[in-house]
């Protein structure tokens, strides 16, 4: 009696601290806000994204900017090594030996000359995820707590329907197209989220693409943090780079907010306007009304997902024709 008693007092403290561990501990990866600290006279507002580059290695981009439109901000990149779910961070930059440690969701970084960050981490989140379809949307993928995925709006049945609606793609399987065709969209909303590959570079980080009219891409990569290109998140594939990167951390929600007007023609055929697209990543505004170039537009076709072999989800697709 005695020896079972003790032991479930042994039990509880431990559970107890699991629970703790758990509920206290935040990702090392995303956004950082908080504040710049060059010397004793000055403080200002500091952003700063950490970026999982495999390995246990992450990247530290931080950058101060002052309200006082005469005094300079600043700008480092620094990396740090993980070690027992903190980062310790040793590094060069901007003239500086730079040390500190990001741990429990605290960024601190401190220099020479006592200048020194202090960034807490921030959730990353879309302002239009989970948005509801609008009376007379076509709904496409129904988002639904606690409810498999609704794939039959859908050409591919090798995708895979999981909880919540979310839908996976199915890696080596090929796009999956709506079978029902579109022309002028007034609003395509589209949520994807996007696997953690650290390790892997380029075209080679969480691929997929969204497919207007079967034709016209928006890419969909894992570009948090980095100098972006057309072939990044966002971008137009080898058209358009998008005007502001507006990724957020893989493992993320993140939302597209699409419009697109097809070109127009003559009674003879001849494209009078090329077509056009706006594109809102995650509330940003990254293309806006951009033409696309081409003598044959396409006037009507389905909306593409494409399988570039990565395990990309979506949920929450719908459209209001125009």
Known sequence: MTRSSSSRCCVVPVVLLLLSNNLWAKPIMGQYAGTFYPDSQVKMNATARVVDEGNNRYRI????????????????????????RQVNIAD??????????????????GSEYGQHFELDWVESKSPNAGMKP?????????????????????????????????????????????????SDIKHLHIEFKLPLEPTKRGQGRANSGVYLLDRYE????????????????????????????????????????ITFRTARKDE????????????????????????????????????????????????NIWIVEG
């Open 61 to 84: 981009d931080i950058e101060a900017k002052s309200p006082d439109p005469t005094l300079e901000g600043a700008f480092i990149e620094i990396y740090g090594d993980a070690n027992d």
């Open 218 to 257: 928006i890419q969909v990569l894992d570009s948090f943090g980095l100098v972006h290109t057309s072939g990044d998140c966002g971008g137009l594939y080898n058209l358009a780079r998008a005007k502001v990167n507006a990724s957020l951390p893989p493992e993320t929600w993140q939302t597209y907010d």
């Open 268 to 315: 003879n055929g001849k494209v009078t306007e090329l077509p056009q697209v706006t594109v809102i990543h995650n509330g940003v505004n990254i293309h806006d009304k951009q033409e696309i170039p081409g003598s044959n537009p396409r006037m009507k076709g389905p909306i593409q997902l494409q399988d570039h072999g990565h395990d990309i989800e979506f949920r």
């Open 134 to 182: 609008p009376q007379g949307a076509v709904i496409l993928l129904p988002y639904q707590a606690g409810t498999k995925a609704d794939l039959s709006t859908w050409t591919n049945s090798n995708w895979h329907a999981l909880d919540d609606g979310v839908m996976q793609c199915a890696r080596g399987k090929g796009a999956n197209k709506t079978k029902q065709d579109f």
């Open 92 to 109: 060069n930059a901007g003239g500086y030996h730079w040390h500190g440690q990001i741990k429990d969701g605290h960024l601190s970084a």
